[in-house]
């Protein structure tokens, strides 16, 4: 799947993008809306916190620098003490397990709270009026959805695409 995202004037226009995607067989848990504050996007699917977040990315640097820690205090905890090889092994798989999850969790916590750096770039043309559509659709179908959104649609500035989306959000 690749994330698309679409820069659109007004509400009117964002509602003809929609049911645009949606006659092109675009399910609507993939089609996602943001606008300014205070705007109500009526029927249209508004984008959760998932997508307006940094979560994502965040957890997944969590849980690197949480396993190589992990694995690092086992390192050190090994060490110390002559161990039985086996317990050695336990030990190894504990820490870099618990220091993964706690890094995951920590840099979850951390995203959650961060807005996204890839809609970032569009702050000022959010709040200036203008509203953003990201639109996850097939690799191979992204050519074809991007044609049929500037055919019908030429006042809608396509933003491009972001290279692979995780696949649970």
Not at 32 to 44: F, W
Not at 73 to 80: D, F, M, W
Not at 122 to 147: H, M, N, T, W
Request: proline fraction near 7%; aromatic fraction near 4%.
């Amino acid at each position: 799947m690749r994330r698309i995202y679409f820069l659109v004037p007004d509400i009117d226009t964002t509602r003809r993008i929609v049911d645009e995607l949606l006659l092109a067989r675009i399910e609507e848990r993939h089609i996602h809306v943001i606008a300014k504050r205070g705007v109500p996007l009526e029927d249209l699917p508004e984008a959760s916190l998932m997508q307006k977040s940094d979560f994502i990315p965040a957890v997944e640097r969590g849980l690197a620098l949480g396993g190589s820690a992990g694995i690092l205090a086992g390192l050190v905890a090994l060490s110390i003490p002559p161990a039985a090889a086996v317990v050695a092994g336990g030990v190894l798989l504990a820490s870099t397990v618990a220091g993964a999850g706690v890094g995951a969790w920590a840099g979850g916590l951390i995203g959650i709270s961060t807005a996204s750096s890839r809609i970032r770039q569009f702050e000022a043309a959010i709040e200036a009026g203008q509203l953003l559509v990201l639109a996850d659709v097939p690799k191979s179908r992204v050519e074809e959805i991007e044609g049929a959104i500037k055919a019908h649609l030429p006042s809608v500035e396509i933003e491009g695409t972001e290279p692979v989306i995780p696949a649970f959000p």
